[in-house]
């Protein structure tokens, strides 16, 4: 067992930049990496790549990172784990393999399976955003458990030196390796509370270290352009030590750290994980020098008996329009634009939407405040069952040049796919997850 | 004196579902009590009538000290569904910003 682990976490999205993990990797004294690359809707959309193409599925940004990153990880005996497996981590451990072949490296892989319940369900189970059968959502395209932390523990005791999953609950994703080398138990909810407010700071990667909180003049954030990501001193006793590369920018506050905290979480007394009920009231942050915050008090109760899974339907097509107007009265012309779209279009969509952008477009309401724009950019959203029907939307907007108000330019069309996501339960013994390795 | 929200506090916003979550962390931990005496949940209900359509719930953090607001129905389906260009709702937390609070 360790005293202390240090776990960074380079990624905390699929988007997310790479060269931050990279930076992490190299300087940050890391026992562990962690990749954080799946968000909710993603493993759907991965799933229907998988169906097009059985070696597909997984990150499509898992080549670029594994490549830049992997020697460095093995010459500074770093661990990675991450969620890059998406729909299919069996795939994804395969091209790990692959590159580490191609660069002359020796490696162990392991895969992290077993989230994949689509076979499982009826369809009747029912959906915990609408209170009807999952099947009244639409074609459901695929259905995944978060594993927790346990799931992972298995691959942590092989010699893997990278750990690819595919859908499991992001903190687990670093309760893992806090288990496993701190020698924590698995029914200890104090730890895993503790825990699993480390991994809930950490899992967004930048947004601990100053992304997504600067505000010129009121919070001001240095050096944003090389902006670093986080990493974390564990000690046995679940003291959690927040910290980033010396160098990098970005900064980590106890302001940056409570909009953490507190992100995308429901009832704070009750953050439901695979590992945990955790309870955040009672954290306690702490500035201890400049980019190093303290974070104490986590909590928690016994682990829920359900797993949640994320099921993916088939919600259609969205068809979108957009055209300029500049000028005196750009805001007149744009809505004498809008009311002609919404008159052709109103019979053929029950859903349709039309935004001023630069007026109303992105809170519905500007709260009083109504400048005179010099210009507006007029956008228009429809939901259609066909594709054919949704870019009837894009054909109205642009046909707005000649059969529309005066002055209007700079015409985009747009079609995509919907896949929607809702929820249900599944009993947690009905999910086993599996480890398989690979070698190169 | 009236001021805004952004004046005293800063907000991140987070989605699940259809469900807006919103911090509220005042710069100051002495304007705390004033936050939770007037930012109460029937206020923010009000104030963001035009964007959230479901119940508002009010979570307090004194130890932070921060409050959290949990908006049901808000983001007008969800992010994959939405037919809004800001389908997470990530721009919310300043349309909370915008609420008004009298300081002393």
Known sequence: MKERIRIGCGAGFSGDRLEPGLILAQQGKLDYLVLECLAERTIALAQKRKRQNPDTGYDPLLERRIEMILPVLLTNHVRLITNMGAANPLAAAQKVIEIAQRLNLSLTVAAITGDDVFHQLTGDEIALETGKPLHESGPILSANAYLGADAILPALATDAQVIITGRVADPSLFVAPLVYELGWSLDNWEQLGQGTVIGHLMECAGQLTGGYFADPGRKEVADMAHLGHPFVDVLANGTAVFGKVEGTGGMLSVATAKEQLLYEVMDPSRYFTPDVIADFTQVRLLQAAPNQVHATGGRGQARPDTLKVSVGYEAGFIGEGEISYAGANALGRAKLAGAIIQERLQDRFADLRIDYIGSTSVHRTSFGHYPAPYEIRLRVAGRASTAQQAALVGEEVEALYTNGPAGGGGARKYTHEVVGIVSTLIDRNQVVPNVTRLSA | ?104
């Open chain 2, 1 to 104: 004196m009236k001021t805004k929200l952004y004046d005293i506090a800063h907000s991140r916003a987070g989605d699940k579902g259809n469900t807006l979550t919103l911090s509220l962390i005042p710069y100051k931990p002495e304007h705390f009590e004033l936050l939770r005496n007037q930012v109460t949940a029937n206020a923010v209900k009000e104030h963001l009538k035009q964007i959230v359509a479901g119940d508002v719930i009010r979570y307090e953090l004194p130890n932070l000290p921060a409050l959290q607001f949990v908006c049901q129905q808000a983001l007008t389906g969800g992010v994959t569904t939405s037919l809004t260009m800001d389908t997470h709702g990530k721009s919310l937390s300043y349309a909370l910003l915008e609420m008004e609070v009298d300081v002393q």
